[in-house]
């Protein structure tokens, strides 16, 4: 039996999709799943819009989220003569001609298709006509002999059988009038010679498929299996798009989610074993199969994805949590100084309470990294003369204590209650806005053990509290 062969082919012309990203996923798991290789290629042959950048970005992505490919990645545009050979050996055998319709009389038959709301197919009038009726003047493009009689199956490992009349299939361009090759060309070809055993992709490449099949058939060629994954859609139930909003890894990367929950995530999307939900790389890797994959459409659930970080956020180890905080940090916000990070790593058992994100997380633990404490302008107005002498009052009796610990800070705590004829409320409130800058935030224990000493000391006796 044939070692399993997956790929990854996305074109360099914009960033990488969510959908693509699982895509890649589900490839890389079944090739990992099999004892396989799994590959990337960059189909780059659309000369205007491919960019580095945008091949950057995917190769960076796929790191990120922990897609590891065999190899060097596999860039299209090398190969061009290699598909052109191909075109030409296809001419020779019959499979294809060449087709002198000019750009108008293809824009004639498309308009009469519009005019009779049926899906354009080229007419084939150059399909059995000979060479000595070309005109002289034109380049011809190159196109494929389809099927005409007759139905096609393709034993989807999705989708289960599918059947498609023939005469459906146009006779498809593989070579343009410029001599560069088409997609379903370049693919075929691509497959074939990197020795692809599973083309998994998603269901809008259905009829490419037929397509190819028929150059791979035309060629001798040994197929592949084909499998189509259902599509993302919007919660609204519309297929997602790039210009979808969170519809890049950056989108999610910025606002902090972390690599193995979107994992997980899109692991899940459209794809079940039993009733697990949280999956390791390794359970991952064990688990995937075809078979667990539906045939509906998934949609795409921001608060499921936030649900999903949350559970990783609080269950892996501290250690690791802070690195990704720091990095994370360094990438959208400012780095973590080096005199705080011993401050946020004990302060993570907290800071991490209700955190959905990485960003979150920032956000609750600012108070410790700031040098100047910045006060919200509508919590500072609560502060008035009681509250100063509860802030004052809190000093005095802190600056006795001889270790910072919660069982010392309570007595002061519930004194200042009830001295003042308060509630807990009355008391938390004032020092939390002290010592934070706002009325929200971690519990006030966890708030004067994680400043310190003399950074509450420093934070009691500002100006605005005496």
């Not at 929950?261 to 459209?270: D, F, M, Q, V």
């Not at 795409?300 to 690791?320: A, F, G």
Request: with cysteine; proline share 3%; glycine share 4%.
């Amino acid at each position: 039996m044939k070692k399993v062969a997956t790929r990854f082919a996305p074109s360099p012309t914009g960033p990488l999709h969510i959908g693509g990203v699982r895509t890649a996923l589900f490839n890389w798991l079944y090739s990992k799943n099999q004892n396989g290789d799994f590959y990337l290629r960059v189909e780059d042959t659309d000369k205007e819009r491919s960019k580095d950048e945008y091949k950057n970005q995917i190769i960076k992505s796929l790191k990120w989220i922990g897609i590891n490919y065999d190899g060097e990645e596999y860039i299209q545009s090398k190969k061009i003569e290699d598909h052109i050979k191909v075109a030409n050996e296809l001419l020779k055998k019959g499979y294809a001609y060449k087709c002198y319709c000019s750009s108008d009389e293809i824009e004639e038959q498309k308009k009469r298709s519009k005019q009779k709301k049926i899906p354009y197919i080229y007419d084939r009038k150059w399909r059995d006509k000979k060479e000595t009726d070309a005109p002289k003047d034109v380049k011809p493009v190159i196109r494929f002999k389809s099927k005409i009689d007759g139905t096609s199956i393709l034993n989807d490992l999705v989708q289960g059988d599918v059947e498609i009349d023939n005469n459906t299939i146009e006779d498809f361009i593989i070579l343009r009038n410029d001599g560069t090759p088409t997609y379903n060309l370049s693919a075929s070809v691509d497959d074939h010679q990197m020795n692809m055993t599973h083309i998994i992709r998603g269901d809008d490449h259905k009829i490419n498929t037929f397509k190819q099949i028929q150059i791979y058939q035309a060629m001798k060629w040994e197929l592949p299996s084909f499998a189509h994954i259902p599509l993302i859609h919007t919660i609204e139930g519309k297929k997602l798009s790039k210009r979808d909003k969170a519809s890049t890894l950056d989108d999610y990367s910025k606002i902090g989610i972390m690599p193995d929950a979107l994992r997980n995530y899109l692991l899940r999307l459209g794809w079940s074993y039993k009733d697990k939900e949280i999956f390791t790389l390794n359970e991952s890797i064990k688990y995937f199969n075809l078979q667990g994959i539906g045939k509906s459409p998934s949609k795409l659930d921001m608060s499921r994805i936030l649900s999903m970080n949350e559970h990783y956020i609080k269950n892996i180890d501290e250690k690791d949590l802070f690195d990704q905080l720091n990095e994370y940090c360094k990438l959208y916000k400012s780095e973590i100084k080096s005199d705080k990070r011993d401050k946020i790593k004990k302060s993570l058992i907290f800071l991490k309470n209700k955190a959905k994100t990485l960003e979150d997380i920032f956000n609750n633990g600012q108070y410790i990294v700031v040098d100047e404490v910045n006060f919200n302008q509508d919590d500072i107005k609560l502060i008035d003369d009681n509250a100063k002498k509860v802030v004052s009052d809190f000093n005095a009796q802190f600056s006795k204590i001889d270790e910072l610990t919660r069982e010392n800070l309570e007595p002061i705590i519930n004194e200042l209650i009830k001295s003042h004829n308060t509630n807990f409320k009355g008391v938390g409130q004032p020092l939390r806005i002290a010592l934070t800058g706002s009325k929200f935030g971690p519990g006030i224990y966890d708030i004067i053990i994680s400043l310190g000493r003399e950074e509450v000391s420093k934070r009691l006796s500002n100006k605005i509290f005496t």
